[in-house]
């Protein structure tokens, strides 16, 4: 599926995407990167895609029925319905607004021109460790047996977004010296992806108990170690930074 970032953002834009800015680093220089849940249109079918969302979220897609999203916002079935068509629609509009934060935040990150590669692999490294977590495992896993035209949607961003901002990154890094100019970008992207594919997956992380975040910092470790030159590894871990996930900046 194409996703233009148009028809990605368009029910993310009801819940207040374009809301107050967060910090996303704990440096003195601060990213801004939009953050949900600001004053968005209080409308109908925001505060529905809301309601499901956090439901979603925490309960799975299985176990929250239409009836229960309704209720819980003192609304008939037959009103909710008028706004999405179906539970798989609705499911589909939440699973797309937060596909466009991660967007958001990740072409904030690569396309900051305050911050050179060294810095923006850190930020990108610790962004996507705290997303990551976000769908948890039952959402993730119902996606795949209930709703698998979701599901590809997902596998597609992280082939289409995430691999050509990720490009636009390590390119960068090759004019600044600090990645190998050796390396094959497309092949080196191509494994990164498959990785992410495979392993951050639901069935892999249930069956074999392991985090999702773990996982990614194991890829990234791997990859990101083994093309950096020697003067942007020690230029990485003179400024204290570390190739972690789950930590503002990548700061230690």
Known sequence: MDFDLYNLLKDSLDIGIRGPYHKTMKTNNVLLVSKPGGPGPDTPRARILSRAREMFLSQGFVRVTVEEISASLGISKATLYKYYSTKEDLLRAVIRSILAEVLSGVEAIVGNKERDFIQKLADLIAFMGGELPRLGTTLPQDLQKMAPAVWREIDEFRKEKIYK?????????VSEGDIKKSIDLDLLLMMFVSLVQDLI???????????ATDVFEAIITVFFEGIMTDKARKKYHDRGLVLRTGRRGGLA
């Open 201 to 211: 997956n639901p069935d892999v992380l249930v069956r074999r108990s392991w985090r």
């Open 165 to 173: 901002n990720l490009k636009v990154l390590l390119e960068s890094g």
